[in-house]
């Protein structure tokens, strides 16, 4: 099951011509990704403070088309892969029922030192169970 984020298009997220800025995205999925974890359990400002951080390592966007000022995305989120030091998050962006983008964001778990570690069991269960 698919974990939904809405974000609200501002002015500020947008071009002169008023459609969504391409980097834009990339924060967008900050948003749905961060969501969907404290929504699952996994509160990332509580982790950091335990030394655990989790660094995106790849991001791929798949443009569509575009968002414009005033629309309203709907961000489906969900985890395709985790591994001991790592997971992917994926990303289904639409408006309405038009989708405009997709995109992934590869994630390594790393300690205060940004070297990669384990990820924690505790995090590992709650996020593999993203299905309930």
């Not at 289904?92 to 205060?112: D, P, S, Y």
Request: charged share 30%; proline share 4%.
């Amino acid at each position: 099951m698919a974990h939904r984020t809405e974000v609200d298009i501002y002015y500020e997220d947008t071009d002169c011509g008023g459609v969504v800025y391409y980097a834009n995205y990339l924060r967008f999925f900050e948003r749905a990704r961060t969501r969907m974890m404290i929504d699952l359990g996994v509160d990332p400002a509580y982790w950091q403070k335990q030394g655990v951080v989790f660094a995106v390592y790849r991001a791929e966007v798949d443009y569509k088309a575009p968002a414009v000022y005033g629309d309203r995305l709907d961000i489906e989120t969900t985890i395709s892969d985790i591994r001991p030091t790592r997971l992917t998050f994926n990303y289904v962006v639409r408006v309405g029922e038009r989708v405009i983008n997709t995109g992934l964001t590869k994630m390594a778990c790393v300690g205060a030192d940004m070297r990669p570690r384990k990820i924690p069991d505790e995090i590992e269960e709650k996020l593999a169970n993203q299905d309930g």
